[in-house]
């Protein structure tokens, strides 16, 4: 039977393919994007432990269990909360006409859409972005630093894991009450996020002959991309989609990112921070060996 792999997948795979092709002559020298790999290859491990022990299992059954309309409902209802942080970061980012576009995204499936569990904005023409602090501090300059695997979070930056804590911040989800809600509210994120990509993470695993550098490389690449697209389009400017927008609304039965969204605040029941989110959910590690890549292109390409 044919896989079938989530349009908002395909550029991370086809990413991670190409850097794959590209990097076969350098299989000794160090990346230099990826200065921490002995700490960044550790933690990968690890969340793969967590994943295929805890977290993949859970999904499976999550997938196999709930109809594909609950878990569309599911996915909606979070990613319309995501809304309204992803418009202040875009008009902190000067573009207002899509940071309105997310405002009103946000009231027309908070009330049309039963609370956000149906998407009718997008059937209205308002366009789902997707935008996180990170992303915002690269547009204004900010330079990536060093690859980094953070523990059950999975990939980022060194910008990107400092503007962590304000995206948790700026995630509704967070404020509610009682803290056993909330955190069965942010446990069933997760797990409908890993369900969204149980295929491609398939998929990964017989394509990848390391999938540390596969994951690393995609990720890198297409967060370039996306500051750079960012950048590009500038206050005031028409709607282009980002590199991770197109496709992004709408799910099917398997139908997250593979990590690359913005990060989920974790479970707090005495203030800790324990689980993975959706900027990069916790990638599953691989063991093999694939063949060293080039580094991620900068997010200041030369015109």
């Not at 996915?75 to 006409?97: H, S």
């Not at 942010?186 to 890993?194: A, E, P, S, T, Y």
Request: charged letters at 20%.
């Amino acid at each position: 039977m044919k896989t079938a792999v989530h349009p908002a997948l395909r550029p991370v795979l086809a990413l991670g393919v190409a850097a794959s092709l590209t990097g076969c002559a350098s299989t000794t020298a160090q990346n230099p994007v990826d200065p921490f790999e002995k700490f960044n290859r550790s933690m990968f491990t690890f969340n793969d432990k967590v994943d295929q022990y805890a977290l993949k299992p859970a999904a499976t059954v999550y997938k196999k269990a709930l109809p594909s309309f609950v878990q569309t409902g599911v996915y909606n209802f979070f990613g319309n909360l995501g809304d309204v942080w992803t418009a202040a970061n875009n008009l902190l980012q000067g573009r207002v006409e899509d940071g309105v576009s997310d405002v009103m995204r946000f009231a027309v499936n908070s009330t049309f859409g039963i609370g956000g569990l149906i998407d009718v904005g997008s059937d209205a023409g308002l366009q789902k972005h997707r935008q996180d602090f990170g992303a915002t501090l690269g547009v204004w300059g900010v330079g990536s630093g060093p690859y980094v695997v953070l523990p059950l979070l999975g990939p980022s930056t060194v910008r990107d894991s400092v503007a962590l804590p304000l995206d948790w911040k700026g995630d509704l989800w967070r404020y509610v009450d009682p803290v056993n809600v909330r955190n069965t509210g942010i446990g069933l994120r997760v797990i409908d996020m890993r369900a969204g990509v149980l295929d491609a993470s398939n998929l990964i695993e017989d394509a990848a002959l390391d999938r540390y550098e596969f994951i690393r490389d995609a990720y890198l690449q297409r967060r370039a991309s996306k500051i750079s697209s960012n950048r590009e389009r500038g206050a005031g400017s028409g709607y282009r989609p980002l590199p991770d927008e197109e496709d992004l609304d709408t799910k099917t039965d398997n139908g997250s990112s593979l990590n690359t969204a913005p990060a989920a605040p974790s479970v707090e029941p005495e203030g800790n921070k324990n689980l993975q989110p959706e900027k990069g959910t916790a990638a599953p590690a691989a063991s093999g060996k694939q063949p060293a890549s080039s580094p991620a292109p900068s997010e200041n390409p030369a015109k």
